[in-house]
């Protein structure tokens, strides 16, 4: 069983950062790939960013150039720096983890993290 805790969302005006963190509890699960979805209001859940326990990583669209993935396999842990953030990065962000080699598939999901960002 694999339990993943997320923190570090909160509201943040527009062009601030902010830094999520996921943290996995597991007992036996290899945990290889880790990384974030966001879902906004009304809308489908998109890729963020997610990292192998390689180094290898992959960024959605939206938000390439403003936000950084890693992660402390030491403690399975896995950090989004989010920069320059707009009005339309607000969405409940969800951490997920899995034992896939891709970096965006996952099968575990935490319960998600609200960002808002408004002046």
């Known amino acids: 069983q694999v339990q993943l805790v997320e923190s570090g969302g909160g509201l943040v005006q527009p062009g601030g950062t902010l830094r999520l963190s996921c943290a996995a509890s597991?007992?036996?699960?290899?945990?290889?790939?880790m990384g974030w979805y966001r879902q906004a209001a009304g809308k489908e859940r998109e890729l963020v960013a997610g990292?192998?326990?390689?180094?290898?990583?992959k960024y959605g669209d939206s938000v390439k150039g403003r936000i950084g993935i890693s992660r402390d396999n030491s403690k399975n842990t896995v950090y989004l720096q989010m920069n320059k953030l707009k009005p339309e990065d607000k969405a409940v962000y969800y951490c997920?983890?899995?034992?896939?080699?891709?970096?965006?598939?996952?099968?575990?999901w935490g319960q998600g993290t609200q960002v808002t960002v408004s002046s």
């Open positions: 990292i192998t326990s390689g180094g290898t990583t």
């Open positions: 997920g983890a899995s034992y896939y080699y891709t970096p965006d598939e996952y099968e575990v």
């Open positions: 597991t007992e036996r699960f290899a945990i290889n790939a």
